[in-house]
Nanobody, 122 residues
């Protein structure tokens, strides 16, 4: 059974940093793509970043603008989202997802974590 468990969210002041982690288990993810999405209250879930597990190809949403970095530790089967220069508008529940295809579309991902709350105060 595939399981994705996010951690690392919390409350941070504007300009601060957080590193989100997504621990994956239940299968081999070497052929998968891993994505991060977020959903703010009253808004639709939106794409943040994605990375091919094996070759490192990455996509970012334009609002990231160099502030976030997606990476992975194969030995730990964990994907990270390093978030710097956080802004109040980054406040949302952040979700980790896994899928066969590297994509910006949530519908392309088969497995999802439960989410972790990120709150950025001004």
């Amino acid at each position: 059974q595939v399981q994705l468990v996010e951690s690392g969210g919390g409350l941070v002041q504007a300009g601060g940093s957080l590193r989100l982690s997504c621990a994956a288990s239940g299968r081999t993810f070497s052929s998968y793509a891993m994505g991060w999405f977020r959903q703010a209250p009253g808004k639709e879930r939106e794409f943040v970043a994605a990375r091919s597990w094996s070759d490192g190809i990455s996509y970012y949403r334009e609002f990231v603008n160099g502030r976030f970095t997606i990476s992975r530790d194969g030995a730990k089967n964990t994907v990270y989202l390093q978030m710097n220069s956080l802004k109040p508008e980054d406040t949302a529940v952040y979700y980790c997802a896994a899928g066969i295809h590297l994509s910006r579309l949530a519908s392309e991902y088969d497995y999802w974590g439960q989410g972790t709350q990120v709150t950025v105060s001004s």
